[in-house]
């Protein structure tokens, strides 16, 4: 099957600018904020969000990282850092493809075992397949495909792309 790149290096670059602004826009009244990525390629894109977050302003940005296993969501999920750490904060979920929604929703469910100020999920990809009623506030592009095609981001350096397959 062939592999058509939706997103290239650089539209990938803009969008991670664009869903910070938006973040920071959202978030503007708070001293920090956590951005947790899930494992891998979602903490990969939390990384680079947060690192423009950085550049653009005074926010204080704690990064997490989600470990789920995405085939039994149900399982313990486990983060680099403490509930105490993201109590009382706002948060972004991140993730690079939105599929069903069965992995937003397990990560979701997790940080909502403590009080938070605001809850927020960003993704790259939307494919707008959904099996749960999840929702997303930052996405990098929205994509109607079939269930049968498959989305991939690969990060690299400067020769990152999304791909549909």
């Known amino acids: 099957m062939s592999q058509n790149i939706i997103l290239t290096h650089q539209e990938i670059e803009h969008k991670i600018k664009r869903i910070a602004y938006q973040i920071y826009e959202t978030f503007v009244d708070e ?5 947790a990525g899930i494992a891998s390629n979602g903490y990969i894109l939390a990384e680079k969000i947060a690192l423009t977050l950085k550049s653009i302003s005074p926010l204080e940005v704690i990064l997490c990282e989600v470990k789920i296993d995405k085939i039994t969501p149900n399982s313990e999920i486990k983060t680099s850092i403490s509930k105490e750490v993201y109590q009382n904060k706002g948060i972004i979920l991140v993730d690079d493809v939105l599929n069903s929604g069965t ?3 397990y990560g979701v469910k997790h940080f909502l075992d403590v009080p938070l100020k605001k809850f927020k999920t960003a993704v790259l990809v939307d494919r707008n397949h959904k099996k749960y009623p999840i929702k997303v506030d930052f996405k990098g592009i929205s994509l109607s495909t ?20």
Request: net charge negative; charged share 15%; proline share 0%.
């Open 31 to 35: 001293e920090s904020i956590v951005i």
């Open 103 to 105: 992995t937003l929703m």
């Open 146 to 165: 079939s269930s049968h095609e498959h989305v991939e981001v690969v990060f690299k350096n400067n020769n990152s792309c999304a791909t549909l397959s």
